[in-house]
C-alpha cells in the first residue's frame, strides 16, 4: 500500500511562512499530477494549489500570490511553500496523488496542522 507522507506543518504567527513537504513511501507510476488540500474544522475540504508532471500549475484564488506549490510529480514529490499566512489558512493540509487512469485523486497523506496565531 502506497503512503504518501507530509511534514512542514506547525504554529506560526499571522504573516509568517511555513514549506510543507510530501513524498510517497514508493514509487507510484502514471501520475497525471499532484496537489496540496486543506480542511478547516467545520468545513469542506478544499483544493489549494496542484501542479502536473508538465509542469502546470493551479490555485485556490485566495493563496494565488502567497503560495507556490513545486515538485516533481513524476518523482512522487511536492513542496508548497506558504507565505504570508493568514488566520483563514489555519487547516489540516493534505497531500494527494491522481493518476493519468482516474479522474480523481485516489491517493491521500494523512495531513499535517498548519495553525496561524495573531
Known amino acids: 500500500q502506497v503512503q504518501l507522507m507530509e511534514s512542514g506543518g506547525g504554529v506560526v504567527q499571522a504573516g509568517g511562512s511555513l514549506r510543507l513537504s510530501c513524498a510517497a513511501s514508493?514509487?507510484?507510476?502514471?501520475?497525471?499530477?499532484m496537489a496540496w488540500y486543506r480542511q478547516a474544522p467545520g468545513e469542506q475540504r478544499e483544493l489549494v494549489a496542484s501542479?502536473?508532471?508538465?509542469?502546470?500549475?493551479n490555485y485556490l484564488y485566495s493563496v494565488e500570490g502567497r503560495f507556490t506549490i513545486s515538485g516533481d510529480p513524476a518523482k512522487n514529490t511536492v513542496y508548497l511553500q506558504m507565505n504570508s499566512l493568514k488566520p483563514g489558512d489555519a487547516a489540516v493540509y493534505y497531500c494527494a496523488v491522481r493518476s493519468t487512469r482516474s479522474p480523481r485523486y485516489g491517493y491521500w497523506g494523512r495531513g499535517t496542522q498548519v495553525t496561524v496565531s495573531t
Open positions: 501542479i502536473t508532471t508538465g509542469g502546470s500549475t
Open positions: 514508493r514509487i507510484i507510476f502514471s501520475i497525471n499530477d
